[in-house]
């Protein structure tokens, strides 16, 4: 038979022992056809069996991580080859990348010249490890001679809320997602050029993860991100580096955790020593350089590259109300505590601080439990997703308090600690999950408020 498609001549066709008739024939090879184009995993989502179910303007909203990958200098590399080598190239690459994509879970959203979007629609943990396969997997991928290997590929990922559906028109579709969360994904994608890094990870997608403790990764900087209200803290994955260079990077932990601190703290002086000591160990070490660089040009009368994590007080805004009169109050409370703990840190107050941390672990608790509590009664379908944030906040608050009590630390990385895991999950959950549970909730009938 022809690979070739065409309409059954026919009037029924046999399938093994079994005979159809022409419309379900023609419908079967059609659905083999189009998924070469539109891959059935977004179909499921979509909540369709076949493309011919898919008008436009069909979309369902779904938390996904989603995956951005690009292949470094393609310019130059395809100046070097004839168009039919760039284009062997591309689809060398392609052949590597789909099969672990798919063999973890991820769905392939389109294809841009060099570069795969993808989503990961269960488990972020999913996306990070095929990431670190397909990064392994191009260290042996062959390659034209006029190309120095292996290739080099960026990767993004982040974690969020999409509308995924159908876009265009009668003529001419495309199933994909759209949504805040892709933005960034591609955006951390081009900031690895920056930092010299090979993959970024959000702030999100490290409060997905069900298994952080299964990767290394280390907090690189603090970003400012549209539409939200603190500054963003991105992460780099340092296993999909060579097994030198990650050793290095590893090494280098302690030092680095407290040069980034001192560093976003304003703290300039101490950073640069800190961050030298990093490149010595660590010549690999391209983000510890890239602060190095930082620090001198702000010690020799530049200006700081850096968002300040100076002031302490974060003030509640109407903007961080989802309008459920219990869930604010409660919000408030917690903001107001997060604060004590920030003052007493400040004021190095070891006999307050205790009674604080006990009063802001069992109120958070039991705001924890109302929460979900109301979810519950309304059905809210993301239930089981703000239980895990909620369980990170309390690995996180327990992590703070370790580092508090270890005596271990000065006082400007304890303040630090505080913003990048208590602070930050606080106002981005609230802003984030939380408006879009009160959102849910006031539709389903919970009460509003004004």
């Not at 290394?216 to 803290?233: A, C, E, T, W, Y």
């Not at 809210?380 to 327990?398: A, C, D, W």
Request: net charge negative; proline share 3%.
């Amino acid at each position: 038979m022809s690979d070739k498609f065409h309409p059954p001549s026919r009037r029924h066709h046999h399938v093994g022992d079994i005979t159809v008739g022409v419309d379900e024939a023609y419908q079967n090879r059609a659905d083999d056809y189009f998924r070469r184009f539109v891959p059935k995993g977004l179909l499921n989502v979509l909540g369709v069996s076949n493309i011919g179910e898919v008008d436009v303007g069909r979309h369902t909203e779904c938390k996904v991580s989603v995956v951005f990958m690009d292949i470094r200098n393609f310019t130059t590399i395809s100046e070097a080859l004839t168009s039919e080598e760039t284009f062997e190239l591309i689809n060398r690459f392609l052949g590597l990348a789909i099969p672990i994509i798919d063999r973890h879970g991820g769905i392939i959203d389109k294809f841009m010249g060099d570069a795969i979007m993808a989503i990961f629609p269960n488990d972020s943990d999913e996306a990070l490890l095929a990431i670190s396969e397909i990064m392994r997997g191009l260290r042996s991928l062959e390659l034209p001679a006029q190309v120095d290997g292996p290739l080099s590929v960026g990767a993004g990922i982040n974690t969020g809320f999409v509308m995924l559906g159908a876009l265009g028109n009668y003529q001419r579709m495309e199933v994909t997602v759209v949504g805040d969360a892709v933005n960034l994904a591609s955006r951390l994608e081009s900031l690895n050029k920056t930092y010299g890094t090979t993959c970024l990870i959000s702030e999100a997608t490290l409060t997905s993860l069900e298994s952080p403790a299964q990767f290394s990764l280390r907090m690189i900087d603090r970003i400012k991100v549209k539409g939200k209200f603190r500054p963003q803290s991105i992460y780099e994955l340092t296993d999909v580096y060579l097994e030198e260079k990650a050793q290095g990077i590893s090494s280098n932990g302690v030092a680095f955790e407290n040069a980034l601190a001192n560093f976003h703290m304003d703290n300039v002086e101490k950073a640069y020593s800190l961050f030298q000591t990093c490149v010595d160990a660590s010549p690999d070490d391209h983000v510890a350089q890239i602060y190095v660089e930082r620090c001198q040009r702000f010690l020799q009368g530049g200006p700081l590259d850096s968002l300040s994590e100076s002031s302490y007080d974060v003030v509640w805004k109407d903007d961080f109300n989802v309008h459920i009169q219990s869930v604010d109050d409660e919000h408030q409370q917690l903001l107001a505590n997060v604060n004590k703990v920030v003052q007493l840190v400040r004021e190095e107050d070891g006999e307050g601080l205790p009674v604080v941390l006990d009063f802001l672990r069992d109120y958070t608790a039991e705001h924890f439990r109302n929460e979900e509590r109301l979810m519950q009664q309304y059905g809210y379908p993301y239930l089981s997703v703000q239980q895990h944030e909620h369980s990170r906040f309390i690995e996180y608050f327990n992590f703070v308090r370790e580092e508090i009590e270890s005596g271990k630390h000065d006082k400007l990385y304890l303040l630090f600690k505080i913003d990048i895991f208590l602070m930050d999950w606080l106002i981005n959950h609230t802003t984030g999950s939380d408006k879009h549970m009160g959102k849910w909730l006031i539709k389903a009938g919970c009460q509003q408020t004004a």
